[in-house]
C-alpha cells in the first residue's frame, strides 16, 4: 500500500511538473508576446504535452518547426519575444517549483521538496534528451532546447545552466 502510493506520489509530481512547464509556455506567450488566448491552446493532459499554436482550425505542435515558427511569427514578427516563449516554461518551472520546494522543506518535509526537485531536474533531463535525439533524427529542432539553438548557441547552455544552478543549490535548503 505505501509502496503503491509513494509511486502514485511519483507519477503525480512529475506530472504536475510539466504541467507548470506548459503553463510557463502558455503565460509567456499570453502575456509577453500577447497571443490571444483562442489562438494558443494546452494539448493532452498526459504526455506528450505541448502548446499549440491556431493556424484556421487546427493546433500547430511545435515539432512541426516551420509551420508553428510561421504562425509564431503572426503575433510576433520581427521574433523580439521569441527566446522568452520557449524560454518560459524551463522559466516559470524554476521560478515556481524550486520556491515551493524550499517552502516545502522549511515545512518539515524534506523527502517532498527533494521529490519536487528531482522530479523537475529530470523531467527537464528528460526532454533535453528527448530534443536532441528527435532533433538528430529529423535534422529539424524538435524542442525548446533545439529551438533556442538555432536562434544562439548561448541562450540553451546558460539556460540549463541557470535551471540546475538554481535547483541544485535549493538542495542546501532541503537536506
Known amino acids: 500500500m505505501v509502496d503503491a502510493l509513494l509511486v502514485g506520489g511519483v507519477v503525480l ?3 504536475a511538473v510539466g504541467l507548470v512547464h506548459q503553463l510557463g509556455h502558455y503565460f509567456a506567450g499570453r502575456r509577453i508576446v500577447g497571443i490571444p488566448a483562442a489562438e494558443l491552446t494546452l494539448v493532452s493532459p498526459l504526455v506528450p ?3 499549440a499554436l491556431r493556424d484556421d482550425d487546427e493546433g500547430v505542435p511545435p515539432t512541426e518547426f516551420e509551420r508553428y515558427r510561421d504562425v509564431y511569427a503572426r503575433h510576433d514578427p520581427e521574433f523580439e519575444h521569441l527566446e522568452r516563449f ?3 516554461g524551463e522559466i516559470v518551472q524554476t ?3 524550486v520556491p515551493a520546494a524550499i517552502a516545502i522543506a522549511l515545512n518539515g518535509f524534506e523527502v517532498v521538496a527533494a521529490l519536487v526537485l528531482v522530479a523537475s531536474i529530470g523531467a527537464t533531463l528528460v526532454a533535453v534528451g528527448y530534443d536532441a535525439v528527435l532533433t538528430h533524427l529529423s535534422e529539424t529542432p524538435s524542442g ?3 529551438a533556442l539553438w538555432v536562434v544562439s548557441r548561448r541562450i540553451p547552455v546558460l539556460l540549463l545552466v541557470g535551471f540546475l544552478f538554481v535547483h541544485l543549490g535549493a538542495f542546501y535548503f532541503v537536506a
Open 95 to 97: 521560478f515556481l517549483l
Open 144 to 146: 525548446d532546447y533545439s
Open 49 to 51: 504535452r505541448y502548446v
Open 13 to 15: 509530481t512529475v506530472w
Open 86 to 88: 520557449v524560454a518560459g
